[in-house]
Antibody
Framework: QVQQVQSGAEVKKPGSSVKVSCRASGGNFSNYVIGWVRQAPGQGLEWMGTIIPILGIVKTAQKFQDRVTINADTSTSTADMELNSLESEDTATYYC????????????WGLGLLVTVSS | ILMTQSPATLSVSLGDRATLSCKTSHSITTNLAWYQHRPGQAPRLLMYAASTRATGIPARFSGGGSGTEFTLTINNLQSEDFAIYYCQQYNTWLYTFGQGTKVEIK
């Protein structure tokens, strides 16, 4: 399973950054990939990026390539995603999710973290 | 790869059948998943490889299709099935989701 470290919600100022962290439990963290998906209010799911923790390989959606940093620490079974230069359009619920491989669906999801970007 | 789901909203009565469609801009063979998303909850994997139910998913859910056209069918709709359903392609590592189909009570 995956557990998002932060709960509830966060409010951020435009231009700032937000880091969302996930901890995976059950199974060997090194055997999975961790992905990040967001959902803006009233919108659908949007994939942001995925990391293979054991290899440190990251793929990000082209839309976020300049603004997102994804890392993982196999010693603590945690992964995090940092989104920079926040804009109001980044207001969304951010989910982390686990998958068995980089070309497989996500089988466990965190509960999500609502990030509101507002001045 | 672009994903197009239809309809955007489906109004169905309890006990009826719902059929959801997902079309892709390029062939993805059967590398397609379906998720159920209820408000305030985490998305839940329903189906993968287009037609394989995920662990614990009831048999009233079935999926089909290959290439560029896929369907999710929900038979004997139960109250807990009213939610938004998303398809997702994982044929390449650059995943994409459809825009979702909301299944609502008629």
């Amino acid at each position: 399973q995956v557990q998002q470290v932060q709960s509830g919600a966060e409010v951020k100022k435009p231009g700032s950054s937000v880091k969302v962290s996930c901890r995976a439990s059950g199974g060997n963290f090194s055997n999975y990939v961790i992905g990040w998906v967001r959902q803006a209010p009233g919108q659908g799911l949007e994939w942001m990026g995925t990391i293979i923790p054991i290899l440190g390989i990251v793929k990000t959606a082209q839309k976020f390539q300049d603004r997102v940093t994804i890392n993982a620490d196999t010693s603590t079974s945690t992964a995090d995603m940092e989104l920079n230069s926040l804009e109001s359009e980044d207001t969304a619920t951010y989910y982390c999710a686990r998958g068995p491989t980089a070309t497989a669906p996500f089988d466990y999801w965190g509960l999500g973290l609502l990030v509101t970007v507002s001045s | 790869i672009l994903m197009t789901q239809s309809p955007a909203t489906l109004s169905v009565s309890l006990g009826d059948r719902a059929t959801l469609s997902c079309k892709t801009s390029h062939s993805i063979t059967t590398n397609l998943a379906w998720y159920q998303h209820r408000p305030g909850q985490a998305p839940r994997l329903l189906m993968y490889a287009a037609s394989t139910r995920a662990t614990g998913i009831p048999a009233r859910f079935s999926g089909g299709g290959s290439g560029t056209e896929f369907t999710l069918t929900i038979n004997n709709l139960q109250s807990e099935d009213f939610a938004i359903y998303y398809c997702q392609q994982y044929n390449t590592w650059l995943y994409t989701f459809g825009q979702g189909t909301k299944v609502e009570i008629k």
